[in-house]
Every structure is written in C-alpha cells, then in structure tokens.
C-alpha cells in the first residue's frame, strides 16, 4: 500500500487536496471500506483489492479540486504501471467517477457497475460514513472561505450536518447493514463535537 499511498500525496499536492480530502481521509475510507468487507461473504481477491483501491483513490479525481478527465486519465495510467489489467483500471475508474453524493442527488438510481456492483456500494458507503467526521467538513469550509469567521465555519457545519450528513440514513443513501451499525456512534460523536466545536478526528 505504500505506493498507492505515495501517489494519493502526489495528487493531493499536485491538485491541492486539502486535508479535508487529503490522504488522511483516503487511508480512513479505506479503512472503513475494509472493515465492511470483512463483515461481507464469498468477497474475491479481485472485489477487495477494486473496493480498497476505489475507496482510497476517490477524491483524486474530484470535481471540486481537479478535471475529472485528466485526473481520471493519470489514475488509470498509474494503475497500470502498478500491474492492473485494464478491466480491473477501468473499474475502478468507473466506481470513482460516479460516487460523488452531489451528482448522485441530481440521478435516478444508481449507476450499474456489473459484477463491481457492491465495491461501488461498499467505497460509496464508506466514503459517506467519515463524512460524519466534523473537522472534515470545517476544514473544507476554511479551504474554500478562508476569510470567513470561525464562527461561520462552525455555523456552515452544523447547517450541513443537520440538512444532509444526518439524513444519509432516512433518505436511503446508507442503506448496508454493515454500514447501518456504525451510524449511531458515529451521530453522537458528530453531535458532541459540534456542541463542544472539536475537531477531533479519531474515528
């Protein structure tokens, strides 16, 4: 993993992906990612190593930072330099290019991804639960308004929180069971760290 790893920091500073998007939350969606498989059965080799990959290399082809095109075009290079086929890179790049929760919400259904139907459910998934982590969601609201309050990044946050993070669940975003049971814990740390303003990160 430590090349994948070298080259998520190589597109973050390429790019500038802040930490909010950063590898930080690259290796936690992995992480995630990898904890719901595990609860998952008759996972292959193939559907974990596309699922991990496609967790972890998500945000380097996010519209917000980069042309999905180009950014798409160099993952798919750097993945086959690594010894992927061209069908395995190429699902990849399909699952990552169609995750983002705003393009999501303007679609009818989900994207059909063949037999790489539940990585794209299991990366997506995991993507959406560090969404609950608040310090992302500040420090993307810095990245983006830097000469805004901290009172308004705070007031940004908990707006967010309330109108989309804490509806994931009752709008049917997160609908795994494997991901379902980790939405309590992850709510109340949510609350307690936007009562409290903390940025603790160590979910």
Not at 2 to 10: A, G, P
Not at 24 to 42: F, N, P, S, V, W
Request: charged fraction near 30%.
């Amino acid at each position: 993993m430590d090349d994948l790893f070298k080259f998520i920091k190589e597109m973050c500073e390429r790019y500038t992906i802040d930490e909010s998007h950063g590898l930080k939350h690259a290796i936690g969606t992995m992480k995630r990612a990898d904890d719901i498989l595990g609860q998952l059965e008759d996972v292959s080799d193939d559907e974990r190593k596309i699922t991990l990959y496609s967790a972890a290399l998500h945000d380097t082809c996010d519209h917000k930072y980069t042309d999905v095109e180009e950014a798409s075009r160099q993952i798919r290079e750097w993945l086959l330099k690594q010894g992927w086929s061209i069908m395995h890179a190429d699902a990849v790049i399909q699952i990552i290019t169609t995750m983002s929760y705003s393009k999501l919400k303007t679609m009818i259904g989900y994207p059909d991804h063949g037999p790489w139907q539940r990585a794209y459910h299991v990366a997506r998934h995991a993507d959406l639960l560090e969404s609950f982590i608040v310090a992302r969601c500040v420090l993307y609201d810095r990245q983006i308004h830097p000469t805004k309050s901290e009172d308004a990044h705070w007031l940004r946050a908990e707006e967010l929180f309330r109108d989309r993070v804490f509806t994931y669940v009752s709008e049917g975003w997160i609908f795994m069971p494997e991901a379902l049971k980790q939405v309590p814990r992850l709510e109340a740390e949510a609350i307690r760290c936007l009562g409290e303003r903390s940025m603790d990160w160590n979910l």
